[in-house]
């Protein structure tokens, strides 16, 4: 390539990355985006020109190629740990005074940090580049979402400067804005609960331009090399990390002793209200390093660091009424009118009552004042009566279903009772929000208002008749014309093509949500196949287990589910999954779990012979296990294996397996 142009690629990711900088991770901005996305066409132009420049870490290269078939775990290079909690003032001078006496005196400072509410990830970078970023899964083990974590833009693809090798720590979040932006699209029974939720979905889809579309951010803090802090204190490392390029919170303080520490805590409880993200406390860390080292770490945490932890926002209210709801499998949910209250930021007017159970728990009846409490949810929940009303009426779940009348059944050990009527007007209406709603059939404008016409007007009697709709009949309907009534039908239209997984989700089956539906197609490779497996057969696809297996099975034991299957191959829907090869290789097809020590290589060498031979590592023993390799000191995963069977194979054994 001509070396001018070389250098104008150069320049231009060398200025896309100041300026995503100044945007994202800055929030000061300084030129316009219509000026910014000029910038990256001009890129992305020359970059077609020379494919053979283009790097992981060039800013065209955020989102990429084709939705994933699974992730893939990865170990980390220390635990990720949790942290103690304090739940009050008192605790969290009791932490201090243990920070006291372990040190013997009172010379340390903390960081204060605020605890943001979302989910932690680990991103390893070589040589400034990012090479992975891996979610916190057991602690030990997380899974790579790396692909996913690319379209975050606060996150650095390449550092400005830093060491040849470095790990960082942080948050991953959503922000309220965003967070209302997502839900404010969605269906109710589609609604995410809570911006961590939200974030953690979002990071854990297979397809990373729905994870881009999501506009997650990124907050660091910690930074370490080969499992150490790289600085002496934390205030230094969160500054560094800050000059790196990486977005630092900079709602932090270095507090000088207990009192300021406290003084911190208290002055962001009243105005946690007014930040653009949800916290749930404050994280204190003793800054420095050396002081770190020598309070260590019990098995689950440090003891030089506490998360202080907010009580949820509460507020006191009336309720007005018990409404019983529906489900899209039945389950009939109570839900708590209130007379409108102000809690934790928002305007609440419904809580949820969870079951028959639960009200008499609470020994609730309609009237009564109660307090309740939002923990992170935009659903609050009921905490407990705090005066009986007047003429309170007990409550009772109704013994037949409030939207077709047809008799309830509460089953044996279950908590909840359902209506078991295929038929009901209200489960087919949420059934079909269900398969109509973005991520699964993705039918543009198959909202509430429209649902509730085709189903009142008898014209959708099962998801399959939405394949029988004309547009004349659509258009015939309240609030709709020819227009909404074609773009309607288009969607139906495209929703033939969409993946096997998707059409898997969308039968509503309990417990096979987007993820499981692909490890199922992934496994199966076909709808009929999923139908007709045993349950030791469903079980030997990922993450299935009992719960799962159960359910599968007794939704296609159904005659009308049966029919409705049918009826859908007939319309055309995909019911096939091309069956990626797995990794080949001598172990391909195998799952290890290692323990104890090996003699010979590490429990990370391992791992790595074990996936670059095609074989899979996990964590625990179970059924699906194929060898356990032991080395000394093997402890309950021995024990484990030997109960249920497992090989127990040592090093060489592996190596020999392995080819290697
Ligand atoms: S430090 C060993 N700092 O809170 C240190 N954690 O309850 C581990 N979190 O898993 C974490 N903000 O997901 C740390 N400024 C902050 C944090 C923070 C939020 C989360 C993190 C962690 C959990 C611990």
Sequence with gaps: MAAPELREIEE???????????????????????????????LAELERKHPESVTPDSPTQRVGGAPREGFVQAPHSSPMLSLDNALDEVELRDFDRRVRDLLGHDGYRYTAELKLDGLSLALRYRDGVLQRAITRGDGETGEDVTENARTIRSIP????????????RGEVIMTKKAFERLNAGREPDQRYANPRNSAAGSLRVLDSTITAARQ???????????????????????????????????????????????????SWEPRREDLPYEIDGVVAKVDSVAQQRQLGWTAKAPRWAVAYKYA???????????????????????????????????????????????????????????????????????????????????????????V????????????????????????????????????????????????????????????????????????????????????IMKGIEA??????????????????????????AEHFGSLHAIAEAAEEALQEAEEVGPKVSQSIQGFFRAPHNLQL?????????????????????????LTFVITGTLPGM?????????????????????????????????????????ALGIPVIDEAKLRELAGA
């Excluded at 990711?13 to 001009?42: F, G, K, N, T």
């Excluded at 699906?624 to 294996?641: H, I, M, N, P, Q």
């Design 216 to 266: 997650l951010d990124f907050y660091a803090y910690l930074l370490m090399a080969g499992g150490e802090a790289m600085f002496d204190s934390q205030w230094q490392s969160l500054d560094r990390l800050s000059g790196m390029g990486f977005k630092v919170n900079v709602e932090r303080k270095l507090c000088h002793g207990m009192e300021e520490l406290v003084e911190f805590t208290r």
């Design 565 to 589: 299957v049918e009826r859908l191959r007939e319309a055309g829907l995909q019911f096939t999954h091309e069956i990626k090869r797995k990794q080949a290789g001598p172990l391909a097809g």
């Design 404 to 487: 077709c009348s047809e008799p309830v059944v509460r089953a044996e050990g279950e908590v909840a009772s359902r209506c078991v009527n295929p038929d009901c007007p209200a489960r087919l209406k949420e059934s079909i929000l269900h398969f109509a709603s973005r991520g699964v059939m993705d039918i543009d404008g198959m909202g509430e208002a429209l649902v509730d016409q085709l189903v009142a007007r008898g014209m959708v009697k099962s998801i399959a008749d939405l394949y029988q709709l004309k547009a004349e009949q659509l258009a015939e309907l309240e609030r709709m014309g020819e227009k909404s009534a074609a773009r």
């Design 157 to 168: 693809l390449r550092v400005i400067d830093g060491p040849a090798e470095f790990e960082v």
């Design 312 to 402: 949820a926002e509460q507020a006191e209210t009336v309720v007005e009424s018990i409404e019983v709801q529906v489900g899209r499998t039945g389950t009939l949910t109570p839900v708590a009118q209130l007379h409108p209250v102000r809690v934790g930021g928002v305007t609440v007017s419904r809580a949820t009552l969870h079951n028959e159970d639960e009200i008499r728990r609470l020994g609730l009846a309609v009237g009564d004042t109660v307090i309740i409490e939002r923990s992170g949810d935009v659903i609050p929940k009921v905490v407990r009566v705090s005066g009986e009303g007047e003429g309170r009426k007990e409550f009772r779940i109704p013994s037949s279903c409030p």
């Design 602 to 642: 590490s429990r990370d060498e391992a791992k790595e012979l074990i996936e670059a031979t095609g074989g899979k590592a996990t964590n625990s023993v179970s059924k699906k296990t194929s060898y356990l390799v032991a080395g000394e000191e093997a402890g309950s995963k021995l024990e484990k294996a030997q």
């Design 12 to 42: 231009l990711r060398r200025l896309l990355r100041h300026h995503e900088h100044r945007y994202y991770v800055l929030d000061q901005p300084e030129i316009s985006d219509a000026e910014y996305d000029a910038l990256m066409r001009q």
């Design 495 to 520: 929703s033939l093509g969409k993946p096997m997984p998707r059409v898997l989700n969308g039968l509503g089956i309990p417990f096979v949500g987007e993820r499981t539906a692909q490890l199922l």
